[in-house]
């Protein structure tokens, strides 16, 4: 249906908070929780860092999480034209669109290079199947891997299943189907990781993975790792990227905001510990080197699985299991940009494959960098970029600095320009309203402006 922003009939919602959760959820949990967390808090240091995390998570996270699906079903349209929304109905300057537009941009640049790890899990998928991976041990492992990332044609190939399989999804529209599908996901995935972590203690190094991951040791936090944390925490929630705006777009007036916000929080943090702790005992018991990056959980995984009995057929089920977790991420990506072409009256089918090929084109520079332009660091003039690919870069532009921003903003935004009747419309009066709103006016402009003015 053609639709443009203020005369858009009543969207069809969500049909109940639950459908609304698994929703967020499934685009929450992800490559974010199970691939990105583990190499992040490898290469910063452990403890100190995770509980910097889990302090932005709940500080400014879940606030944001909240003032995010607010402004979605105030807006009840594309991020872009939600906040164009939103602002009508304040009162106040349409230019505060701005927030969306770069969050669809952010949720578009992630979705290109997410696309392309996301493509690793289908050929591990079939390593599984095969048995390749029984018995094999670190440095066997660390050679697939290897030999995976040198071939840009293989790269290509996953990359582009992958991406084909969000588009046409996306093209029926994201409620078909995504409610059944993460209704199963979620606890199978949970079994898994549970099921990994009793392997890692059974390991000797359990010990030491729990001291790695939460006995904090402050001398050895930076204030890179600090905005690193910080981003983090938004990309994991899908936060300041126009996902939870778009989904909140379709959630129905009553259904309590703050609850729906902290039960998905907690369900992501829940997978990223229980990810941490699958995978360090195995970083330690195989004398691995816990900052060894991206690969990291393809380095070590495997070696798990090919050690504990009827490996291969949870290994299929594991890689099978966060192919989906990153395949609903991905799809609450591509729903901003889709949603917006849609209000331009560019029909969803046409819009879905439109915004899958632009990012799937971007995402080609990824696979590059991964080997044929692996040395191409175009900003090593710079010496925070020193090193950094194409790929380092897009992860660094979108997680450490316009995510950031647009949190900024939106906090900005619903903190000092919205009125407080708004949002007490939506979230109820009361002293939750008031922590809530000093947190969005104080604490996280500051907390933005103090890192990026230190990482300066
Ligand atoms: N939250 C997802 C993850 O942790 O894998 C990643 C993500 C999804 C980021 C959707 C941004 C987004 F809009
Ligand atoms: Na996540």
């Not at 709940?58 to 944001?64: H, N, Y």
């Not at 990223?272 to 816990?290: C, D, K, Y």
């Not at 050690?307 to 989906?324: E, K, N, R």
């Not at 995510?403 to 109820?428: R, Y």
Request: glycine share 10%.
């Amino acid at each position: 249906a053609r639709a443009s922003a203020g005369t858009a009939p009543a969207p069809a919602l969500w049909s109940s908070r639950l459908a609304f959760i698994l929703a967020a959820a499934g685009s929450a949990v992800g490559l974010g929780n199970i691939w990105k967390f583990p190499y992040i808090t490898g290469e910063n240091g452990g403890g100190a860092f995770v509980l910097v995390y889990l302090v932005c998570i709940a500080v400014i996270g879940i606030p944001i999480m909240m003032a995010e699906v607010m402004l979605g079903r105030r807006g009840r349209h594309s991020p872009i034209n939600s906040m164009r929304e939103v602002a009508r109905q304040e009162g106040v300057s349409s230019n505060w669109k701005v927030i969306g537009w770069l969050a669809t941009l952010a949720a578009f640049l992630i979705l290109s290079f997410y696309s392309v790890i996301a493509g690793w899990t289908i050929p591990y998928i079939f390593h599984a199947v095969q048995g390749d991976l029984a018995g094999v041990d670190a440095d066997q492992a660390g050679q697939m891997f290897g030999n995976l990332l040198a071939s840009p044609v293989e790269l290509t190939l996953w990359h582009t299943l992958f991406m084909a399989l969000a588009v046409l999804v996306s093209v029926g529209g994201v409620r078909h189907g995504l409610e059944r599908a993460v209704t199963w996901l979620m606890p199978a995935l949970l079994v898994l990781l549970i099921m990994l972590v009793g392997y890692g203690m059974t390991t000797t190094h359990f010990g030491a993975a729990v001291d790695f991951l939460f006995k904090p040791d402050f001398s050895s936090l930076t204030a890179e790792a600090v905005l690193v944390a910080l981003g983090h925490a938004f990309f994991t929630l899908s936060l300041a990227s126009g996902s939870m705006m778009a989904y909140g777009a379709y959630l129905p007036k009553g259904v309590s905001i703050a609850r729906t916000s902290l039960t998905v929080a907690v369900m992501d943090t829940g997978v990223a510990l229980m990810a941490g702790l699958a995978i360090f005992p195995i970083v330690f018991a195989n004398g691995l080197e816990p900052g060894a990056g991206p690969g990291l959980i393809f380095n070590t995984l495997p070696v798990a699985f090919g050690q504990m009995p009827g490996g291969s057929f949870f290994a299929t089920l594991f890689f099978v299991l966060l192919l989906f977790a990153a395949w609903t991420s991905s799809l609450s990506m591509l729903e901003s940009v889709v949603k917006w072409l849609e209000e331009h009256g560019i029909k969803r089918a046409k819009s879905a494959v439109f915004g899958g090929i632009a990012a799937w084109m971007v995402g080609l520079t990824t696979v590059l960098s991964l080997n044929v332009w692996s040395g191409f660091t175009p900003l090593d003039a710079f010496e925070r970029f020193e090193g950094k690919t194409l790929f380092d870069l897009y992860d660094f532009l979108t997680a450490n600095v316009m995510m950031p921003i647009v949190a900024l903003l939106t906090a900005v935004f619903v903190g000092w320009v919205m009125k407080k009747a708004s949002s007490q419309e939506e979230l109820g009066a009361g002293t939750g309203h008031r922590l809530w709103l000093f947190v969005l006016r104080y604490l996280t402009p500051v907390g933005v402006l103090v890192l990026f003015l230190y990482n300066l």
